[in-house]
């Protein structure tokens, strides 16, 4: 009854601080999302705008190998007759310049110059690479067919790139990376500012005093704050996850490519409550570890100092996951966060196995739970009376 | 729930035959450990009663060790050396007996005084239709109406102690430690929780009172407890004070008590 009533208070006091409705709901719902469609936005009109404009070559002429020209041209790139390719390029007269000598052997060396700061110059770099491979392949062909040679000599073997992941792991793959790293550190930021307001900010205002000589023990003090916190945190995850699932859906309806590519994710039910359970640990953890962080500061300003670096700490077990080739062990599900963002993987991969996920999840609940004693031990000091 | 005494005749300052003590003090002592300033004492062996229907005030100086022997008593601090109780119970066990009215006493500011009577209410375990009555009558008799579900931030010092007086008596605790009540107030307001802390009194409660301000010990308290650097330097009423000191204006006889030198 008292927990209700205190983690009711607690709910009440987050849902009117700016600050927490901030880091809390809007940051996962809004800021997200938005930073997600920006990058995507600009990433796009950017590429598209350096592939929509002309591309200039300066090129040698008089090159003897026929073909070059049109190559180029049916790359998208207009070459120009220059007796200075280097200077053109430097001078931005062109994207890029061709340069070729003919050696003592009979044989073609040509440089191409271009600027490493400039991405147009890189895209035509890019095209020419491919249209002088071209040019080679085709004055082979020319040589060797005029020689008689048949064609097991010229060209004795072709390459093809198959992708062997189905579609549905591959969907899985991209998502996961990017969610299992960014949930669990949403997860550890969405319940800092409500925990330094809970704990820090109480003190702060004198309200701590007040609190503590009231007819309630100190454990259910903290363990309302802890819960709070921990709602906090999940509340933020599962926002976050739904505004990503918003996100997927719009760009599906924009992008057949994309709406291929989300519609066989292999997440199935079994798959999200797996990773659902598996946040729930972490934010427990998340919420003890800041809480007892929080109850060593005599104000809000203080607990900002305690409690950043905790997200720093936690980007690297996070950033772990997305490795490539990373895999939950039996070892790795000892980590904390790490353990979580790779459950999170595995279930949006549809790769998630039993036991290192059980693991993990009692790993986690330990872990979380040892927090929450230290959590009520630094809460249950006399110095959390001191205030600035 | 406990419920307020009968109430008891209004006493003069000579009054002090009781025979139940509802708050006590034996030997209390604490120490703080200071990393710069080494070990500080800041309660050094205090001992005294305060009964039903009693006012006692804690008179001294800033950092004279009120604070703490308040906390003390209200079971916020553990006792270094000695004992203390309410109504025979250490204090973490007699939590719902006790109104505590802290200094610079803070509130929920994104709540409204209401939420804040209903939350404390609630966790002194009182059930819903009382608590409404006493919500009731509190916010009519602290003169609250007006503001009760305003939020607290928005309130003016008068009103955010009024609120504090509130929320320390919505559970009508028989034991009230109040520590520097009219701190920050204006001469109206002040008077205002004076004459409420009063009406407590006349309401047989037990009332522990701290100020260093002479005058209103002598317009409150039924006996004064001077404490100067942690000790008790003088007990006794304000008549038993002014003989012991050979003064008669409260301000001398106050700086007498706590070694001030005019």
Known sequence: MRFRVLLLKEVKEILRDRRAIISTILVPLIAIPLIFFAVSYFTASAVSKIERAPHTVALRPGLPLPGLDSLLSSAGLSPFPSDSPKKAVQYKEADIGIWWEKLDDGTFAITIYHDASDEASGYSLAKATEALDSLRELTLRNNMEALGAPAWVWRPLSVREENVAPPQRMAGYIMGILLGYLLVLLVFTGGMYPAMDLVAGERERHTIEILLSAPVSRRVIVASKITAVALSSLVTGLLNLASYGLCFAFLGTVSPEFASLTSQMPLSLTGFLALVISIVPLALLAASVEVALASYAKSYREAQTYLTPLSLIVIFPAMASMMPGAQLSPLGALVPVYSTAMTIKGALMGTLEAWPFIVSLAANSVYAAVATLLAAKAFGREGILKAD | ?262
Do not use: W
């Open chain 2, 1 to 262: 729930m406990f419920q307020a005494g009968p109430r008891l005749p209004a006493r003069g300052p000579g009054d002090i035959h009781y025979n139940f003590r509802v708050i006590e003090a034996r030997g209390l002592s604490k120490v703080f450990k200071d990393r710069h300033r080494g070990e500080l004492r800041a309660v050094d062996g205090v001992s005294f009663v305060v009964s039903p229907g009693e006012i006692v005030a804690l008179l001294g100086p800033n950092g004279a060790g009120k604070t703490t022997t308040m906390r003390m008593l209200a079971g916020l601090l553990a006792p270094d050396d000695g004992e203390c109780s309410l109504a025979g119970r250490p204090p973490e066990r007699a939590r719902e007996l006790l109104g505590f009215l802290p200094a610079d006493s803070g509130l929920y500011h994104r709540l409204t005084p209401r939420e804040v009577l209903r939350i404390f209410g609630r966790l002194s375990g009182l059930a819903e239709q009382e608590l409404g009555r006493r919500i009731d009558y509190l916010s009519e008799r602290v003169g609250m109406a007006g503001f009760m579900d305003t939020r607290i931030a928005k309130l003016s010092t008068g009103m955010r102690q009024r609120v504090a007086v509130a929320r320390c008596l919505v559970h009508d605790p028989p034991i009230l430690i109040m520590d520097e009540p009219t701190k920050g107030l204006d001469v109206e307001s002040a008077r205002a929780v004076e004459d409420f802390i009063l009406e407590m009194r006349e309401n047989g409660k037990a009332i522990l009172v701290s100020t260093h301000i002479m005058e209103e010990a002598e317009f409150l308290a039924d006996r004064v407890v001077v404490i100067t650097r942690g000790r008790i330097s003088a007990e006794g009423t304000i008549p038993e004070l002014k003989r012991m000191t050979g003064k008669e204006k409260l301000r001398e006889i106050y700086l007498a008590l706590v070694g001030g030198k005019r």
